[in-house]
Each structure stands twice: as C-alpha cells, then as structure tokens.
C-alpha cells in the first residue's frame, strides 16, 4: 500500500465489528464484562487496551512501517517510556539540539535515577563512537531538530549503533513518517509527539511509540501498562482523525515552507535562514537522502543584534499566532532565546546558534501569498 492510502486506511480493517462503523468508536469505558473469569473479546480493562487506542497504535505503526505501536498520554510520557527500558548506571548518547521538554526529563529526572547523558553534536556521525563504552545502551536523536534544522543522518548513526549493540531510538515528529521512516533507516524505536503534525489541529496533547522488534515491543507494552501514562480514547480518536489528512496537510507545510524560505531569504531585514531545502544548508545532502521533502518548519535571524527589533518583528504579525508548539493547520512564530529554549544559560545558547533576533516559524495550511504578504508588511518596517 502506498503512503497516501496509508493514511486513510493502515491498520484500520474491521475497526468497528459491532455495527461496521467506518471511524473506530470512541470506546469511553474503564472497563469491560468478562464471561468467566479471564475470558473476554480481547480487552479487559482500559488502561491495559482500549479499542479506540488499539486502532490508533495500529494506524501509527502502518505508517512507520513497524510491527507495533503505543499510544502515550503526551510526547513526553513516550519518551519517558522508553527511558524505563534503561537502568542505574546506563548511558545516554544524545544530540545537543534536542526538544527542551526531552532535555529536561533527561537531565532533571533520570540523572538523578542514575542515568548519564552525554551531550554530542551528531551532524557527523563518525564523531560519535568515541563517545560510546560498554555502559552505553541507547541512542536518541531528532532529526531535523529545533529549533535551527539541523539534520543527523539516521542510517549512519543506525550502523553505529547496530555495531555496538545499542538502541536507537529517533524522534520523528518534525519530519513525521511522511517525509522521513526511521525504523526503514535502521533505527529501533521511533518516537512521536502527535500533539504535532499527526494530530495537526492542535487541540489534543498525545504521543507514540513504534517498533519492529516483538522482544522490544513486549518489554514497552509491559511499560506502558505498568507505568499507565496511556492517552484517553478521544484523544485517540482526534489524533486518528488528524492522521486522514496526514499526507495533504504535510504537503502544503513543505510547499508554503519553501515559498517562505525563499521570500525571506532575499529580504534586507533578514541575516540568516534556516531551512534544509537550500543547497546551502550545511546538512542538506542528509535531507537529499533520508527525507522525501524539507518540511513546514523554518528559521531566521533579523539583520544586526538588537532583541527588540525581533520581537517587533514577531508582534506586528497579523496571521502567525505567537504560540508555543508546531505542526497545526494554523501558523505559529516563535522567540527560541525566550520561549522554547529560555532555561538553556544566554552564552550556551548563543554558541548553539539560538541567538537573540533568531525567529521560528511553523507554517500552517493557509494560503503562502497571505503568509509573505504578512511577514512583509512587519519586515518592510523593521528598524522604524
Ligand atoms: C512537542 C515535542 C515533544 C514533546 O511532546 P508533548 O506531546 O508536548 O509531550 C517531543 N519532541 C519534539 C520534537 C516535540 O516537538
């Protein structure tokens, strides 16, 4: 089956064998009768499988092309998940650009329970196997990552870690399995927000996991139901509903992305843009490879250093909401160096790139001609 029919219909045969509904049910039950003890039709009680849940888990792990899929109560319970599969005294190898909430959870969680986290920059991934000894058991990385797009080549960091026997586990919510299918590349567990673009309306807080390994599978399905951070069955149903339009909606990100990009490229008010579809982004060959197109997300940095002349930029906006969060119908603007990445120390940040005038956007599904026209009318006046 192709992608775009995947959408629609990857594992979602016979969702409803009461009455032939063609969306699954909203299941809204804690629990469910049983004949005899044990016995029952394959759910027992909710927190361990719910039907609404089974149908999205089996829809998620269609388009990942992976055996298995987990829904979770947030992006962040799936990573948490994960994280439980390790014990005191495991390392971490991870990238030094990754989702703040992920950083977090990392460094103010499990540190404390005894994992250690060594920080990388992962662009060339030969870098990387100095850093790995015999406690190290997981990889995890984003690719493209937030909020300057950078790209780590997962195949390549995938033989690395096959080599020494250590998981890798890819945050895919940028690039979602529309663009980009990290279990195809060699990774072991992929990780989703589906608050993001899976869900794409932004009005539901979800998160997934996929893999192709059953052993693997067992050891998070246990995880998810020991642990319970499991989403509810509605949002289950918003995110399944999101996924219909996966491939149209993603589509229209990546074309609006790259008439922005373009626009804002040959703007005098704007310095840098990051946006992997240029040929002069320092990882878009990885993009050639690994990616089917460059994604809704871009970056810029207004001319000179002044802070205030980038807010003023962000504020004048009329059609970009400033939010924080991505991958919605409705496009956002973001300020890094206050919002996102605001607890990350000013020197550390500018090393990283995450300087003071930098802008995030994440395009929505509206029309590109009123986006630049928008952008235009406050950068025509930057500076005034
Ligand atoms: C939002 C996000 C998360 C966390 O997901 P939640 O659903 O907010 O818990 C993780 N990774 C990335 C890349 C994200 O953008």
């Not at 003890?37 to 909710?46: D, L, M, N, Q």
């Not at 919002?339 to 005038?357: F, L, N, Q, Y």
Request: hydrophobic fraction near 40%; charge should be neutral; glycine fraction near 8%.
């Amino acid at each position: 089956m192709k992608f775009n029919t995947k959408v629609v219909h990857g594992g979602q045969k016979n969702v409803d064998p009461a009455y032939n509904a063609v969306m699954p049910p909203i299941y809204q039950t804690s629990t469910f009768v049983q004949s005899s003890p044990g016995e029952h039709k394959g759910f027992a009680y909710a927190r361990s499988a719910n039907p609404t849940r089974t149908a999205l888990e089996k829809a998620i792990a269609s388009l990942e092309n992976g055996k298995y899929g987990m829904g979770f109560g947030s992006g962040v319970a799936a990573i948490d998940a994960v994280m439980k599969l390790l014990k005191p005294g495991d390392e971490v190898l991870t990238s030094t650009d990754i989702y703040g909430g992920t950083h977090r959870l990392f460094t103010q969680i499990y540190a404390d329970l005894g994992i250690k986290f060594t920080f990388i920059s992962m662009q060339e991934a030969r870098n990387m196997e100095r850093f790995i000894n015999q406690n190290t058991k997981l990889i995890w990385i984003e690719t493209p990552t937030n909020p300057l797009l950078h790209l780590i080549d997962i195949q390549a960091v995938a033989k690395i870690a096959k080599k020494h026997s250590i998981l890798l586990a890819v945050d895919n919510t940028f690039a979602t399995p529309y663009l980009q299918q990290p279990l195809a590349l060699g990774a072991d567990i992929v990780m989703h927000s589906a608050t993001k673009y899976l869900g794409g309306h932004s009005d539901v807080i979800l998160g997934a996991l996929v893999v192709n390994e059953s052993d693997l599978a067992e050891k998070l399905y246990f995880i998810q139901k020991a642990s319970g951070a499991i989403p509810g069955p509605q949002d289950c149903f918003l995110v399944l509903r999101g996924i219909k339009t996966l491939h149209l909606r993603m589509q229209r990100h990546c074309e609006n992305a790259k008439a922005i990009a373009l626009f804002l490229k040959q703007h005098p008010a704007v310095d840098q843009v990051y946006w992997p579809g240029f040929k002069s982004h320092p990882n878009h060959h990885i993009a050639e490879k690994q990616m089917t197109d460059y994604g809704g997300m871009i970056a810029f940095t207004i001319v000179g250093n002044q802070k205030e002349k980038a807010l003023q930029v962000l504020e004048n906006l009329k059609i970009f909401s400033l939010a924080e969060s991505l991958g919605g119908v409705e496009s956002l603007v973001g300020h890094p160096a206050s919002m996102t990445h605001a607890s990350i120390p000013k020197e550390e940040r500018e090393k990283m790139g995450v300087v003071d005038t930098l802008i995030r956007l994440s395009l929505g599904i509206e029309d590109h001609e009123d986006l630049i026209l928008d952008l235009k009318q406050t950068l025509d006046n930057v500076g005034s």
